[in-house]
């Protein structure tokens, strides 16, 4: 299994006892009220709510400032995309990690390496809502640090260190990751919407490498099928505020023609 990392240019024996990765993850934020753009081109925001099995899901169009695409449920990654922040809550088939078990190296440094970019994206979009004051960033940051503790659990769970541990904000020690957090950082403090741009590019570059990844371990599988699906519906909700603010998104990781149906938005 190899790890690819980008440089873009900007433009399991089962033991009596047993450590779990949560069946039931709050990966994002439950909230759709928003306020940061104005109301694009229609369609319904989701709620969604854990009330057992699946969830429920109630929609709410008062709330609806995210453009096109209203609700999608996307089968089989076990989430329900809505058009606000991206993902709402998503529930997880439970991954179990035996206690002692262990995982090798590849699969060791996948995790190391999937950690940091979801603090990337996380210290990004946090340091980016400080300058701007969006909502979007401040709530996917939120859902981003979700992601990173289902990462940390399961390095802990195989006894795996975790390079994020003591790192500050801002602070990566893969250099490539370091080189894209500056780099992204110095773009988006240029406006509102290059931040957007930023973060859009972020989500692109992290379902990329997610694809990329090739596990042994059926519990990282199966976190990072949920990482993925939330990258997806955090890409719709950048673009679409784009979108809602007439600025058009060029994908630069992924087929455009991918990123228009994820998002719903036209490609330019």
Known sequence: MSIRM???AIGAAVGAAAIAVPATVAWGVS???DDDA???RGGTVARQVQQGGMGGMMADDADDAWGVGGMRARAGAGTAASGAYGDGTCLLDEAVVADGSSVDADDAASLAFMIEEEKLARDLY???DELWGLRVLDRIADAEQQHMDAVSRLLDAYGVADPTEEAAAGELSDP???DLYDEL???GSASVTAALGAAALVEETDIADLRDQDAESAAIATVYAALESASEQH???FVRQLDARGVDYTAQVLDPAEVEDLTGVPAP
């Open 6 to 8: 980008r440089t873009l």
């Open 31 to 33: 909230t759709a009220t």
């Open 38 to 40: 104005p109301v694009g």
């Open 126 to 128: 946090t340091a980016l």
């Open 176 to 178: 490539v990751l370091q």
């Open 185 to 187: 950082l110095a773009q």
């Open 235 to 237: 890409l719709a909700a």
